[in-house]
């Protein structure tokens, strides 16, 4: 198997999609897209990298870009998994039968039957112009990613980046949760809080402005969630043991 070299035509598929419909990489001349391959459902980082696409979808928009994400898993698991993942609306693309066949034209398919995690970006006329084979543990940079595509594409490198509010009004009395409605250790940590009796306040990084840009700053530049904020002591990560020693219980 061989990567496409950059400049060449991206090799087209057909693929069926969690919403029911088909996607054809040719149809979508003109627009910049992102194919984003990654390994599994239900796994760790690729419960993170998926929603993520979802909540930053209007930087992407803005950029003339169609996010595909691409995985070796049936379709009906692809819909079950975005459910669970709070709704899923851009096409996840079932790469199941003949099972890896676009990963193996994109040289991606690992000896194991899933494919690595890797980023190609098509260009508007339908050539590979960027490839990243990413750390298959390790979350991509969507701030990398639509760097790239303005670098790639004149007609969007000058259009002004969104403007994310500061994180000024977040709050910080108390237990202080930054969380998404579907990542499972929130959850895990929303009982915890609730069977120690320790009223607690949720902030949704997807949903309130500068939440998920102030995790970042606490966790090396990841959205790590659960993340606490205990009268300014940050906590990354639903890590009971740390938890009951800052909060003395």
Not at 11 to 17: E, G, I, Q, R
Not at 23 to 36: C, E, Y
Not at 159 to 186: F, K, Q
Request: contains cysteine; negative net charge; aromatic residues 8%.
């Amino acid at each position: 198997m061989t990567i496409p070299t950059i400049c060449s035509k991206a090799p087209d598929f057909t693929l069926p999609s969690q919403l029911g419909k088909t996607v054809t990489l040719s149809d979508l001349r003109g627009k910049n897209v992102v194919l984003a391959f990654y390994p599994l459902a239900w796994t760790p980082v690729c419960s993170l990298q998926i929603p993520l696409y979802e909540a930053e979808m209007d930087s992407f928009t803005a950029l003339d870009t169609q996010i595909l994400s691409i995985s070796v898993d049936s379709t009906d698991c692809l819909r079950a998994w975005a459910e669970s993942l709070g709704g899923i609306h851009y096409p996840m693309l079932s790469d199941f039968w003949p099972h890896g066949e676009v990963a193996k034209k994109y040289g991606v398919l690992r000896p194991e039957g899933k494919s690595e995690r890797a980023l190609f970006i098509i260009d508007k006329a339908g050539l590979v112009a960027y490839a990243d084979i990413h750390d298959i543990n390790d979350q991509p940079s969507n701030e990398k990613l639509r760097q790239a595509i303005r670098e790639i594409d004149p007609e969007v490198r000058d259009r002004p980046e969104m403007v994310n509010p500061e994180p000024g009004a977040l709050p910080h009395d108390g237990i202080v949760m930054y969380c998404t409605s579907w990542c499972p250790d929130c959850k895990r940590a929303r009982r915890w809080l609730l069977d120690h009796n320790l009223p607690y306040t949720e902030v949704d990084i997807n949903a309130v402005p500068g939440a998920a840009q102030q995790v970042e700053k606490w966790a090396n530049g990841n959205r790590t969630t659960p993340t606490f904020d205990i009268d300014g002591t940050i906590v990354v990560d639903f890590d009971e043991s740390r938890l009951r020693e800052v909060l003395k219980i």
